[in-house]
């Protein structure tokens, strides 16, 4: 798999692991009073054991989180540097965008002498077609 797709890959599984992240701090929170004006929410009823394993559950995603991002941040590091900078980026950009026009040109007339021929061979088959029900005898 090439570096680009690696970097698709990794950017997915850290988008997938801040979506799971965040959708389990939001379930597994704690309510909490909002205002005075509202009543104290209800005590939750978890036992010790969950209660600890709720309090170590976001350092594991954090983690986790961290993890792959550091991962990318290793792809990233090795992506091949540009040689000549920016005016050579242009250049080379400008070269490939010629190479293109010339190729669309050619393709361009490939189609028109496709579209030629369809002409052609739709006018012989209708032509065939018109002889073979001449060549019918009458009842």
Same mark, same amino acid.
């Given at each position: 798999m090439d570096i680009i797709s690696q970097l698709q890959e990794q950017v997915n599984t850290i988008a997938a692991i801040a979506f799971n992240t965040f959708g389990t701090l939001q379930r597994d929170a704690p309510p909490v009073r909002l205002s005075p004006n509202y009543p104290e929410p209800p005590a939750n009823a978890t036992a010790t054991d969950d209660?600890?394993?709720?309090?170590?559950q976001p350092k594991e995603l954090a983690a986790t989180l961290v993890k792959?991002?550091? +991962?990318?941040d290793a792809l990233v590091a090795a992506l091949p540097l540009s040689e000549g900078g920016e005016e050579a980026q242009l250049k080379? $950009?400008?070269? #490939?965008?010629?190479?293109?026009?010339? $190729? =669309? +040109?050619?393709?361009?007339? +490939?189609?028109?002498?496709?579209?030629?021929?369809?002409?052609?061979? *739709? =006018?012989?088959? =209708? *032509?065939?077609?018109?002889?073979?029900?001449? #060549?019918?005898?009458?009842?």
């Open positions: 209660a600890t394993a709720l309090a170590e792959a991002a550091k +991962q990318f080379r $950009i400008a070269e #490939l965008q010629a190479e293109n026009d010339v $190729i =669309g +040109q050619e393709l361009q007339k +490939q189609l028109e002498a496709a579209e030629k021929e369809l002409k052609q061979v *739709q =006018g012989l088959f =209708g *032509q065939a077609a018109d002889n073979c029900l001449n #060549l019918k005898k009458p009842n």
